[in-house]
């Protein structure tokens, strides 16, 4: 907090807002990565909205990617491998309530956690998913193409996209493994680009066979998509990652040939649509063709295989697919002719976020008994849960409007993203081009894109020597709110950080007194990374609260005025009240540009400085007598509260378990304490607005020895 800021430094804020969380692969349960890289800052975002723009404004959304060939060929292998007998749609349900099971136990506070081929939602995707491809066929943006599908001859079967395995053709991609038409690092290509490809299936090299689907017209976009990035670059909210990689996706049709391919290429350039070489400067050990349009490149592909050239693709907007050949997906209206195939599951997850935001909307409708409109039609369609599934509980409130435009079409809403760095693409490039396309006047996403929480200091990775822990795994060691204030202060938003728990860290660090190794995890030595913040909890903020409700206990034979049970009125001093708007100044600057780590840097000094100025004033009222102690120590607590009134309305977002329990013994209405309309309002004013006199509102007593945040049991 060095600098410093006047109420003029406020940022704006939207009316109302949307925040969502990604959708994780109904595949498999959740690890670190997707807990404290993306639900943990997105829930800290949302519960700080709804603090600052009130909770009926605030919806939060995510849910289970249902449908796909990742789905689809997990799936497979385990009814092949382990004799799995139950639907594929109940292997994503029992996949789902793994997941929200983890949330719930993290905290996670999602209005809805749904599932894309899952009640209640289901039903209102399928319709959204017609809605939006109906309209973007009606906005001539859609057609038919076809393009060639891996076929396996020996197992007489097209392959989806997961069961083909290859490596990604995009010049300088360093992705693992590469499938049909994308890698894991999220770059598409067509199938026929990729390289050495293999069924995985029967192990052999697969036929391409034509399919016809439809794509996307992305390309029409370039322009567009070139003024939108130019814009984001200048925006505050939006990191760097996100236009700089977008700028990547913006370049030119381009091919790489390595330049020993140069003779067999000068033998073929004649037959080549029209295009430019750029000859290779210095050292470099290819030359560059660039195309008017992906249209021409693609043309060249031929050529250049049947010339024996090989080459590889740069990054450049090509067709986006909309559609897929596998059974697993959401259905799609027939359109230009184009029938049984299904939703391709990226474009349907990126409006999944309308078809969730939609289902809070109906199942408030229907709570409210409301008959008409968009909400109450949705709410015919929403089903009901399978009744054994575990579910994000669903708030308890209405939100502020029922129309689902009002949340996505309108100027004084806002969209707020929390996404993870290799899925830009998706989420700024087709994205982009498609809500512009539809001309509904969906407002752009403010999209935080997150970089990679690394395990042990390597990429996470479930076949690795050392895979990462289960999320829930991690609670056997150690406390929902010391991994969410950890995974907060790692700085994920400016580069890759390493999540490195001692609990799980094999590294043999020494040798005990009979010569035997001794691993970290059980060498006393070594400090654990993942509590460095521990302490500001357990310690810091324990003992401030701890100390403002003892302070004011009745206690037996003590007739000390403040000793009371009630907060005591008066003026807190001016380096208290100085502190606590620079504070909260900061928070909400940091908030705003989603810089989590320093967010929490703010509430760190400023809870360390409240517990300072506490320590200082009861040490030195306790030297006094008389009504001089009583006056000294009355202005101690006066201050004290001020400060654990604001440090917990700052941290609630954080760490929400252990503030709400503070707030219960505030013996204050969670809604009014911690609203930012009284964020820099005086303790005496704060009263007032509960309706009653200051120094008479009494609090909860607080029983002796009491923790408001707690080391894990392993930890003592």
């Avoid at 289970?64 to 385990?78: A, F, H, N, Q, V």
């Avoid at 390309?219 to 998509?225: C, G, K, Q, S, T």
């Avoid at 040798?511 to 460095?532: F, M, Q, S, T, Y």
Wanted: hydrophobic share 35%; proline share 6%; charged share 25%.
């Amino acid at each position: 907090m060095a600098s410093k800021y006047s109420m003029n430094d406020r940022p704006s804020w939207p009316r109302r807002a949307i925040v969502t969380a990604g959708e994780p692969y109904g595949n498999k349960g959740l690890h670190f990565g997707h807990v404290g890289g993306v639900f943990v800052p997105a829930d800290f975002f949302a519960r700080f909205l709804r603090d600052r723009l009130g909770r009926e404004n605030v919806i939060f959304t995510s849910g289970t990617d249902c449908y796909g060939s990742p789905i689809m060929e997990s799936y497979r292998k385990l009814k092949e491998n382990e004799g799995y007998d139950k639907s594929i749609s109940e292997y994503v349900e029992s996949n789902h309530s793994r997941q929200a099971a983890t949330l719930n136990n993290y905290n996670i506070s999602c209005d809805i956690y749904g599932g894309s081929g899952l009640e209640p939602a289901a039903q209102i995707h399928n319709e959204v998913t017609a809605e939006i491809i109906e309209r973007l066929h009606e906005q001539g943006t859609i057609s038919k193409r076809s393009t060639l599908q891996f076929y396996d001859a020996k197992a007489g079967t097209f392959l989806n996209g997961r069961q083909v395995i290859g490596r990604c053709p995009i010049q300088g991609c360093k992705s693992e493994k590469a499938y049909a038409d994308e890698c894991d690092l999220g770059h598409q290509f067509e199938p026929e680009e990729l390289i050495a490809p293999k069924s995985q299936l029967t192990g052999e090299v697969p036929e391409l066979r034509p399919v016809d689907n439809l794509y996307f017209d992305l390309p029409a976009y370039l322009d567009f998509m070139k003024t939108y990035t130019d814009k984001l670059a200048q925006n505050p909210q939006v990191r760097s990652v996100v236009s700089k990689t977008m700028e990547e996706w913006l370049l030119p049709a381009q091919l790489y040939i390595q330049n020993k391919f140069r003779e067999a290429f000068d033998a073929v350039e004649d037959q080549l649509p029209e295009h430019t070489v750029l000859e290779p400067e210095g050292n470099k050990s290819s030359f560059t063709v660039t195309f008017p349009s992906w249209k021409e490149r693609d043309d060249a592909h031929a050529v250049l295989a049947n010339g024996g050239v090989r080459f590889r693709s740069g990054k450049a907007l090509v067709p986006f697919r909309i559609t897929g050949n596998i059974d697993w997906g959401v259905p799609v209206p027939e359109v230009d002719g184009v029938s049984d195939v299904t939703c391709w599951c990226w474009p349907e997850s990126l409006w999944a976020p309308i078809s969730y935001t939609r289902t809070v909307l109906a199942r408030d409708a229907k709570a409210a008994g409301v008959t008409e409109g968009v909400a109450a039609q949705d709410a015919t369609l929403m089903g009901e849960p399978a009744a054994d599934s575990t579910q994000v509980p669903a708030p308890t409130y209405q939100h502020s409007s029922l129309d689902w435009r009002d949340w996505w079409c309108s100027d004084d809403a806002q969209i707020y993203q929390f996404i993870g760095q290799d899925n830009i693409y998706f989420y700024c490039i087709a994205q982009t081009a498609m809500w512009e396309a539809l001309g509904w006047d969906l407002t752009q996403s403010t999209v935080s894109a997150c970089y990679h929480l690394l395990y042990m200091g390597k990429k996470a990775s479930s076949s690795s020597q050392t895979p990462p822990p289960p999320a829930d795994d991690l609670l056997n060691h150690y406390t929902c709110e010391q991994m969410r204030a950890h995974w907060l202060s790692l700085g994920l938003s400016e580069k890759p950080v390493s999540f490195s728990p001692k609990a799980y860290d094999t590294r043999v660090t020494g040798k005990d007194k009979d010569g035997n190794e001794v691993r970290a995890c059980d060498d006393k030595r070594v400090i654990d990374p993942a509590l460095k913040e521990s302490a500001l909890l357990t310690g810091v903020f324990n003992r401030l609260a701890r100390s403002c409700f003892y302070g004011v206990a009745i206690k037996e034979g003590d007739e000390s005025p403040y000793r009371n049970g009630c907060i005591p009125a008066g003026a807190a001093s001016a380096t208290v009240i100085e502190a606590a708007e620079q504070a909260a100044l900061a928070f909400e600057q940091a908030m705003y540009k989603f810089e989590t780590h320093r967010a929490l840097a703010v509430c760190d000094d400023y809870l360390r400085a409240a517990n300072k100025r506490w320590s200082d004033a009861s040490k030195a009222a306790n030297k006094l007598e008389g009504n001089e102690a009583n006056a000294a120590m009355t202005q101690a607590l006066v201050d004290a509260f001020t400060e654990l009134r604001v440090a917990t309305v700052l941290m609630h977002g954080i760490v929400p378990a252990g503030c709400e329990l503070i707030c219960e013994y505030f013996d204050v209405d969670p809604v009014a304490f911690f609203s930012w309309d009284n964020i820099f309002a005086s303790t005496d004013e704060f009263v007032e607005s509960l309706g009653e006199k200051p120094g008479e509102h009494r609090v909860k007593p607080l029983p002796p020895r009491f923790d408001f945040f707690s080391k894990h049991e392993s930890q003592y």
